[in-house]
């Protein structure tokens, strides 16, 4: 089962202006991940935000992270036409699904963001 | 450094038929990980191995088998291939566990006719 589930799942916007998109899940996580993926490619690690940090920075992005909401959010600021992509949130701590995998990372559906030019 | 690769990068394979899918690391990473990906589906995890010598199931492990071969290297199997097994592939890596970001293969698409 998905243990983080992204909001919105579609968001367009113009280029210059900030993106934001959410993130929720449902257990005790150890760390949270948000990854981009470009169409057609692999995912490439953006940030990791850690169960006892609040918030990350890093370049144009912003993470939060509230643990006692079990949400997350993804800024992006000033976005540019290269920002489109889908991007995903990732939790890694106790597996909801029976089978182990405690090791690997659980994914949400992701937000598609579309920068329009 | 290559990073993660993967082969093939396409595959058609008809129902019944085997097949392995290929991943190699060269930034000696410990974990290394297999995940599906089904339109529209975030990534779901099918094996892993946490360090050379190990490996375990996931979320969705049925169908499918996994080898470590060595510390760089980790296949994945396809014994029967079903058309419920028609998605796209990934091969990722990391320094230890979930702990630490994953870095990822480019993928391979695999359909099953």
């Known amino acids: 089962s998905q243990q983080g589930e992204e909001d919105p799942q579609a968001l367009s916007i113009q280029e210059g202006e900030n993106a934001t998109m959410n993130c929720s899940y449902k257990?005790?996580?150890?760390?949270l991940q948000w990854y981009r993926q470009n169409s057609g490619r692999g995912l490439v690690h953006l940030i990791l935000?850690?169960?006892?940090?609040r918030e990350k920075h890093s370049g144009r992005l912003r993470v939060t992270l509230d643990t006692s909401k079990k949400s997350s959010s993804l800024l992006i600021t000033a976005s540019r036409a290269a920002d489109t992509a889908s991007y995903f949130c990732a939790t890694a701590g106790a597996p909801m699904y029976s089978g182990g995998g405690a090791d690997g990372l659980t994914f949400g559906k992701g937000t598609h963001l579309i920068i329009q030019p | 450094n290559a990073g993660v690769t993967q082969t093939p990068k396409f595959q058609v394979l008809k129902t019944g038929q085997s097949m392995t899918l290929q991943c190699a690391q060269d930034?000696?990473?410990?974990?290394m990980y297999w995940y599906r990906q089904d339109p529209g589906m975030g990534l779901r995890l099918i094996y892993y191995?946490?360090?050379?010598?190990?490996?375990d199931k996931g979320e969705v492990p049925n169908g499918y088998n996994v080898s470590r071969l060595n510390k760089r290297e980790f296949s994945l199997r396809l014994e029967s291939a079903a058309p419920s097994q028609t998605s796209v592939y990934f091969c990722a890596s990391s320094a230890w566990t979930r702990i630490y970001e994953q870095y990822f293969g480019p993928g391979t698409r695999l359909t099953v006719t």
């Open positions: 257990t005790s996580i150890n760390n």
């Open positions: 930034m000696n990473h410990n974990s």
């Open positions: 935000i850690r169960s006892n940090e």
């Open positions: 191995s946490a360090s050379e010598g190990t490996t």
